[in-house]
């Protein structure tokens, strides 16, 4: 049975032609829509016209589709560029080794802001929403009420060449100032080929960079039997991204020491530090997180804002535009140049 006729072995839907050789427009067996049966016909026996063209299109108009929003997750280069030809965004460089605290400190950052418990800070936009919920996803599985053993998960990058940024927009609460950041959020393994093959194709990002991260954990600088090591690294890090800078003005560095809940690093292992990152000619401030806690007297979150307002607050006077000195009798002078001191 054709799907236009109802007797069987005809075949006039799709030949135009009846079994029992009547007119298909009378047969009283058809069973589709008179107009649509005469386009078929029309377009079986003669060149496809006008109307027979429109046998097999969609039966109805497709709607006008409204503008959908932006992709919510990492922006690429590209997007941080856009964004920089309009307003003002403070770019982060972020480094470190692998399970340094990196995604964590993030991952806490928009937890806090996203409630509204970031000291002197609130939420105001963003353009990645769904990229920081994927790395803050951990942390809001609980089992029993008891945290999960690992409240981020390790850093894979979809492209090895190039980073992938999380985007926040905050408004300081105290004023009406707003600050934009663009924050990679990068595996630890590039800051380890950093250091060990000298690997800084995929840094060149930093070079537009603000400020930069050098995530450490907190716990290696307080075990005697590892911190001289992990201050040597670091050492050589400061090495490498002085070399990556050249010549060029290198951004204020801030060693950003994490899992403060579990101790306080020495203040004797911070003045190596010190002394081992000015071997390279690199000055730095150091600043303790918490970026999640189990000790009562460490709140979670605890140094996120002091990051913060490190990281948007100018570290040194700007120059002035025309500076001036007073003149000197041995010197010569502009207008006694021209003869009319």
């Not at 016909?41 to 409204?66: F, K, Q, R, T, Y």
């Not at 400020?211 to 040597?232: A, C, E, F, H, N």
């Not at 050492?235 to 899992?259: C, E, K």
């Not at 979670?300 to 002035?320: E, F, N, R, Y």
Request: glycine share 8%; with cysteine; aromatic share 6%.
């Amino acid at each position: 049975m054709s799907n236009a006729c109802s007797l069987d072995g005809c075949t006039v839907g799709e030949t135009g032609r009846c079994a029992l050789e009547k007119d298909p427009v009378t047969c009283s067996n058809r069973v589709i829509e008179i107009g649509a049966l005469k386009r078929l016909m029309s377009s079986n026996d003669g060149p496809e016209d006008a109307e027979g063209a429109e046998i097999g299109a969609a039966v109805l108009i497709a709607p006008i589709e409204a503008p959908s929003f932006p992709s919510s997750t990492t922006l690429g280069s590209e997007d941080i560029d856009e964004m920089m030809a309009s307003r003002y965004v403070t770019v982060v460089g972020i480094l470190g080794d692998p399970d340094s605290g990196k995604t964590a400190c993030l991952a806490s950052l928009y937890l806090l802001v996203s409630q509204g418990k970031l000291d002197g800070w609130s939420f105001a936009d963003s353009r990645s929403l769904m990229g920081f919920e994927d790395i803050a996803r951990g942390a809001r599985r609980w089992n029993d009420g008891n945290p999960p053993q690992q409240m981020t998960v390790h850093t894979k990058m979809s492209d090895d060449r190039q980073p992938g940024f999380l985007h926040l927009r905050m408004k300081q609460n105290d004023g009406e100032r707003h600050i934009e950041l663009a924050l990679p959020d990068l595996p630890g393994e590039w800051t380890k080929d950093l250091v060990r093959t000298s690997r800084s194709d995929r840094f060149q990002f930093l070079r537009s960079a603000d400020i930069l991260w050098v995530m450490v954990d907190g716990r290696t600088l307080i075990d005697m039997q590892r911190r001289q090591g992990v201050v040597s690294r670091l050492g050589q890090l400061g090495g490498r991204l002085r070399a990556l800078f050249d010549n060029a003005i290198m951004p204020q560095l801030l060693i950003v020491t994490t899992h403060l809940d579990e101790g306080a690093v020495p203040e004797e292992t911070l003045t190596k530090l010190h002394s081992e990152l000015a071997k390279h000619k690199v000055f730095a401030k150091v600043v303790s997180v918490a970026s999640f806690s189990a000790n009562p007297d460490i709140k979670p979150g605890q140094g996120l804002a002091a990051l913060i307002d490190a990281s948007v607050t100018p570290h040194c006077a700007p120059p002035l535009f025309w500076p001036s000195k007073p003149l000197q009798a041995d010197t010569r002078a502009f207008l006694r140049y021209r003869g009319l001191q």
